[in-house]
């Protein structure tokens, strides 16, 4: 008959964690199984981007200055933005904060009244997609002055996305529940800088 070899302390440590080790590490496997099958759930941002660009950046005394206003969706879920905030049915506000010399630049265009928002006052641009509007900012701003012009783009508003864009699964919360109340707005880039010359003298 075989004597038994006692079991020291260290390999009953030794034991212990390893069995410690695999129950934690199936526990993480199922947690990570879980949410993957649940999907995210983070708030996603839905700001939506907005560029300016021209076909020159001199211009001549009394010449239009036409800007080209891109907006575009860099999500990848559908976003619903007001459009009162973009130039896509006209200007009927400031849409654009303008410089001279670094001086602000008086918005001399209509000022529309507006009702309660419907679903109709919003476009919906695809993930990825962008729309295009052509602006002729000297009918919007005072540009009669010889300097040196720089535009931004510059919209905010709680009513900017339709409510529905808030989170990606969940569309249905109230803005608040995205940005606590904080007014949304249109990413910008660059400010686009354009030069008018052979215009008044600024008094």
């Given amino acids: 008959m075989q004597d038994?070899?006692?079991?020291?302390?260290?390999?009953?440590?030794?034991?212990?964690?390893?069995?410690?080790?695999?129950?934690?590490?199936?526990?993480?496997v199922k947690s990570l199984l879980?949410?993957?099958a649940q999907g995210p759930t983070e708030k996603l941002p839905t700001s939506a981007v907005a560029s300016l660009s021209a076909d020159k950046v001199l211009y001549k005394a009394n010449e239009p200055i036409t800007l080209h206003v891109t907006i575009t969706n860099g999500n990848y879920f559908p976003l619903k933005v007001l459009k009162w905030f973009t130039p896509v049915e006209g200007v009927g506000g400031p849409l654009f904060t303008v410089t001279r010399d670094g001086e602000p630049v008086t918005y001399i265009g209509p000022m529309i009244k507006r009702l309660a928002t419907t679903d109709k006052d919003y476009i919906t641009l695809a993930a990825g997609e962008s729309t295009s509007s052509d602006v002729i900012l000297s009918d919007y701003y005072d540009l009669s002055v010889s300097g040196n012009y720089e535009v931004m783009y510059d919209v905010s508003s709680i009513q900017l996305y339709a409510e529905e864009n808030t989170t990606?699964?969940?569309?249905?919360?109230?803005?608040?529940?995205?940005n606590a109340n904080l007014a949304q707005t249109i990413s910008v880039g660059r400010p686009y800088r354009l030069q008018r010359v052979g215009g008044q003298p600024f008094q």
């Fill in 4 to 28: 038994k070899k006692p079991i020291s302390l260290l390999h009953i440590s030794l034991y212990g964690l390893l069995l410690v080790a695999a129950i934690l590490i199936a526990l993480g």
């Fill in 34 to 36: 879980s949410a993957r």
């Fill in 168 to 178: 990606q699964t969940n569309r249905t919360e109230p803005p608040d529940q995205y």
